[in-house]
């Protein structure tokens, strides 16, 4: 399926695609950053109370970027369901406050699901179901 | 040699300064800030679930490289 680059404020272009998380319970609709350059899957924090997980029972994670710093996350299985692709697959996340985006979608699992092909100079950015390794 | 330019989109922002940072839920087709929120509890209570997508708006100002610091 092919999907336009977001533009928040004219100038810069995030591939940003539905999708709805399940767990305990729901959440609602909620943008996903396709992100090839995060190993993880990393969702915001505040989500979890929604999804009825509660963080304080996960297993605890180290997450590291650019910087020197690290910030700790927490590890839970969470169902992502994308309607627009037909397709929907559970695994682990990471729960980490990250307060500028709800969904990061990374290599783990979200690349091993999904072929992306990014076309930035026409605007657009392709998701097609990867054929899984059995 | 041809010489290549990027052409910045001309998109009219959706956003203001009091959108930054925080929860929106947009119209599904994206045209629409149809609520705004500090947290993303106090956002579901304020609009629901029905007929919106649920975004954080990063700053404008701000590079993002998603470093953990």
């Known amino acids: 399926m092919k999907y336009t680059f977001q533009t928040f404020n004219g100038t810069e272009r995030r591939p940003l695609i539905p999708l709805v998380l399940r767990a305990v319970s729901a959440s609602p609709l909620l943008d996903g950053l396709v992100d090839s350059g995060s190993d993880d899957t990393i969702l915001n924090a505040e989500l979890a109370s929604a999804l009825g997980i509660s963080l304080n029972k996960c297993p605890r994670v180290p997450l590291g970027g650019i910087g020197s710093g690290q910030q700790i996350g927490y590890r839970a299985e969470v169902t992502f369901v994308f309607e627009d692709l037909k397709y929907e697959y559970t695994s682990e996340a990471v729960f980490a406050a990250i307060p500028h985006f709800s969904v990061i979608l990374g290599q783990n699992d979200f690349f091993q699901h999904f072929n992306v092909l990014f076309e930035a100079s026409k605007g657009t950015f392709t998701v097609t179901r990867a054929k899984l390794k059995s | ?69």
Not at chain 2, 25 to 41: E, I, N
Request: hydrophobic share 35%.
């Open chain 2, 1 to 69: 040699m041809k010489k290549g330019v990027v052409k910045k989109s001309s998109t009219a922002s959706m956003f203001t300064r009091k959108h930054i940072g925080k929860w929106v839920a947009l119209s599904t087709d994206r045209t629409k800030v149809v609520g705004y929120a500090t947290t993303f509890d106090a956002l579901e209570k304020k609009v629901g679930r029905d007929g919106v997508i649920y975004t954080k708006v990063p700053d404008p100002k701000v590079s993002y490289c998603f470093s953990f610091v």
